[in-house]
């Protein structure tokens, strides 16, 4: 796997770049103190290393006295020394060192790095790309999940929209590029969120991914894309995006809903709370009857789902492509037939183990279980 490769914006050059700031102050430093200690050696007679050490003391104002009885002269020598030290040497030294603190410059780096550090542990987490209100409420949704998410945009104000909206990982990077994508860990994520405004930049950051996924063979990988108009569903899945829809239509869908089943017992119906996800511990699971099921074979009566598990199955997809809505209890279960079924969270949890001995494949298992073992592949 290639690994991304630290911008020359945030890179060892930047930091010396940064660093190198303080070399004119500390020239001057230099040669003040070589020409206070020649000065303090012609006029005072004293060795070397006293002029050195008074040279110093002076500079840098610590003032711990004179090192020795000074003449007239020399004391009006030492206040140039002295006058010189705090304007000259500590004054430009302090102003260099504001300028570092407030332009930001160093703290931005520093942060970056770190921040790419902290990406590098993650696993499990998703690529979200675009700043705007669509992802910062995407971005809250997901962390009501536990789903860890690495913002990358390249705004200039994507600190402040991170902060605002508490995104803990994000980079300031041009989505479009490989690199970008390597730094924001793309092997140990889940999947890619395509939410840029801009249909134009939204197809070259799905071609990117894809390439990128393509290319390091990861799988599986989810690519999801928003589109601003209708005819760019179409070209969006042609680069790789594996599921679109647009924002009006996201919209349209939820008013629909709503228009067709006003919430008139509530502010919302349960049933689209539920259907939404908005009531957590109600979930709709698909599963495949594997050939070797202990339930292939059997009716839903004989399995007694409801009773034994709280399991409502509301339809069943036979191998043939045909679909029971609501089937009855002498509905008979076959080997690849899919069940859809709604149930309390840990009731699907528990159901699999108990009763199908593990030989029922639940999509959201087969998921987990098949991006589980690519990242443990990854150390």
């Known amino acids: 796997m290639k690994k991304g490769k630290i911008p020359p914006q945030y890179g060892e050059e930047k930091i010396?770049?940064?660093?190198?700031?303080?070399r004119a102050p500390l020239i001057v430093a230099l040669v003040t103190i070589m020409v206070a200690s020649v000065g303090y050696m012609l006029i005072s007679k004293v060795d070397l290393l006293r002029a050195v050490y008074m040279a110093v003391l002076s500079v840098t104002t610590i003032g711990y006295g004179e090192m020795w009885e000074m003449s007239p002269?020399?004391?009006?020598?030492?206040?140039?020394?002295?006058?010189?030290?705090?304007?000259?040497?500590?004054?430009y030294s302090l102003a260099v060192l504001?300028?570092?603190?407030?332009?930001?410059?160093?703290?931005?780096?520093?942060?970056?790095?770190?921040?790419?550090?902290?990406?590098?542990?993650?696993?499990?987490?998703?690529?979200?790309?675009?700043?705007?209100?669509?992802?910062?409420?995407?971005?809250?949704?997901?962390?009501?999940?536990?789903i860890p998410?690495?913002?990358v945009d390249n705004s200039e104000d994507l600190e402040k929209f991170a902060e605002e909206n508490q995104v803990k990982y994000y980079l300031k990077l041009d989505p479009a590029e490989e690199?970008?994508?390597?730094?924001?860990n793309i092997e140990a994520a889940v999947g890619a969120i395509v939410a840029v405004i801009d249909d134009y930049k939204s197809l070259a950051i799905t071609l990117t991914v894809k390439?990128?996924?393509?290319?390091?063979?990861?799988?599986?990988?989810?690519?999801?894309?928003?589109?601003?108009?209708?005819?760019?569903?179409?070209?969006?899945?042609?680069?790789?995006?594996?599921?679109?829809e647009t924002f009006p239509s996201i919209i349209s869908k939820r008013l629909t809903t709503l228009a067709r089943k006003p919430p008139i017992f509530g502010e919302k119906s349960v049933l689209e709370e539920i259907l939404f996800g908005e009531?957590?511990?109600?979930?709709?699971?698909?599963?495949?009857?594997?050939?070797?099921?202990?339930?292939?074979?059997?009716?839903?009566?004989?399995?007694?789902?409801k009773n034994k598990f709280g399991i409502t199955v509301i339809a069943i997809k036979k191998s043939s492509g045909k679909i029971i809505f609501t089937p009855s209890g002498n509905t008979t279960l076959d080997p690849l037939d899919i069940m859809v079924v709604v149930a309390p969270k840990d009731k699907l949890e528990d159901v699999?183990?108990?009763?199908?001995?593990?030989?029922?494949?639940?999509?959201?298992?087969?998921?987990?279980?098949?991006i589980k073992e690519r990242l443990n592949g990854l150390g």
């Open 279 to 305: 009531r957590t511990f109600i979930d709709i699971e698909e599963f495949v009857v594997e050939p070797d099921s202990p339930v292939a074979g059997k009716t839903l009566k004989e399995l007694d789902l």
């Open 179 to 184: 690199n970008s994508l390597y730094l924001a």
């Open 149 to 151: 998410v690495v913002l």
């Open 73 to 91: 002269e020399a004391r009006i020598f030492n206040l140039f020394v002295m006058t010189f030290g705090v304007g000259g040497v500590m004054g």
């Open 98 to 146: 504001i300028n570092v603190v407030t332009s930001g410059e160093l703290k931005n780096v520093l942060r970056f790095r770190k921040m790419v550090r902290d990406i590098s542990a993650l696993k499990g987490h998703y690529l979200v790309f675009g700043k705007n209100d669509i992802t910062a409420f995407l971005i809250r949704e997901l962390k009501g999940y536990r």
């Open 352 to 370: 699999i183990p108990a009763l199908f001995r593990g030989k029922l494949a639940s999509r959201s298992v087969v998921l987990k279980r098949k």
């Open 211 to 244: 390439n990128v996924v393509r290319k390091e063979n990861i799988y599986p990988f989810f690519i999801l894309a928003v589109a601003g108009k209708e005819e760019f569903k179409e070209k969006l899945r042609l680069v790789g995006a594996d599921y679109v």
């Open 16 to 22: 010396l770049t940064i660093l190198m700031k303080f």
